[in-house]
């Protein structure tokens, strides 16, 4: 089972905030729910889904705790379900919903770039592309995989995508164009950065499913957790929408093309009204995390006070 961290340091780091008598740090978990954490982190199931959900709860747990919050586990919501976590901060009381975004099926480490395709990296265009090729293909299919994307990266709009296929009908790679991105050449995905392409309703899903335990008239948060930083995009994208081009706005200076989200978000059209702040990390803090407001309306300030929180303790 590959585990994105040290599971039995991050047990030990956990079991010091263990309640009573010399623990506790002021009763801010009760001993009884962090020993059932621990003890999940002790005997890996023979799920491995359940296994690292529980690491990336106790990771979440961890910070939370460091950050001098006082936490309830597995806090009743309504109808039955309940919530991973009741955190109180600050003056604040809120309730936490943590989802694990599992890595792709077909996951891959990123592979070296063919030397024929490279020059498909130094097109100027600032945009990332996922890229896939026939392991096996030699120089001829290369260059003819090579010659039919370079038109296509040049001209296709965002969302597009293109198989390349040889005469006999082989198949030799596919691309799509993914976002627009920060650099003045086009960006490339490849092996698992390209699979996470995938996951978007995969983690459309872990949202729904989080937001059916909510507490209704309180704070809910959701913490999506992923073993790498590959997630990110997909989770911004299940969460806001697909990046599409707008022609009816003017782009930023020195691009042609202005860009905004399409309406097939967890957020969009005004769906799942109580979602007003969700958060992202990689369990093996190998980026940054999020965390989004809602863009509609106007949040409460506890709201806002919540979405600050959580940013301190994620970072």
């Known amino acids: 089972m590959a585990v994105p961290i040290d599971v039995a340091r991050l047990r030990a780091e956990i079991l010091a905030w263990m309640s ?13 729910q962090i020993r059932r954490l621990i003890e999940a982190l002790e005997r890996p199931s023979a799920r491995e889904d359940l296994f690292l959900s529980s690491v990336a ?46 890595l792709p099926p077909a996951h891959d480490a990123p592979r070296p770039l063919p030397e024929a395709l490279v020059p498909l990296a130094a097109i100027a265009r600032p945009v990332s592309v996922a890229l896939r090729w026939e392991e096996r293909a030699g120089a001829e299919d290369l260059a003819a995989l090579r010659e039919s994307l370079e038109a296509f990266m040049r001209q296709a709009s965002v969302g597009d995508e293109v198989v390349v296929r040889a005469d006999d009908g082989r198949w030799l790679g596919a691309a799509r164009i993914a976002a627009p991105c920060a650099s003045g050449s086009i960006e490339l995905r490849t092996g698992g950065d390209a699979g996470w392409e995938a996951a978007v309703p995969r ?6 499913k989080a937001y059916s335990q909510f507490m209704p008239g309180e704070t809910n948060v959701v913490c999506l957790a992923s073993d790498s930083a ?3 995009e997909a989770v911004e994208t299940a969460l806001l929408g697909t990046v599409v081009e707008r022609w009816d706005r003017f782009p930023p200076r020195g691009q042609r093309v202005a860009h905004g989200r399409a309406d097939d978000g967890f957020w969009s059209r005004g769906q799942f009204a109580e979602s007003e702040v969700v958060s992202w990390f990689p369990v093996d803090s190998a980026a940054p995390a999020r965390t989004w407001e809602r863009p509609a309306g106007t949040p409460s300030a506890r709201d806002a006070r919540v ?9």
């Open 203 to 208: 983690v459309q899903r872990l949202l729904r």
């Open 307 to 315: 979405a600050a929180l959580l940013r301190r303790v994620l970072a």
């Open 20 to 32: 009573p008598p010399e623990g506790d740090r002021g009763g801010r978990a009760a001993g009884r």
């Open 57 to 102: 709860e106790a990771v979440l747990a961890r910070r939370l705790l460091e950050a001098g919050c006082t936490i309830d586990f597995e806090r009743p919501t309504s109808g039955g379900r309940h919530a991973d976590f009741h955190v109180r901060a600050e003056g604040d009381e809120f309730y936490v919903h943590v989802k694990r975004v599992a």
């Open 230 to 232: 590959g997630a990110l």
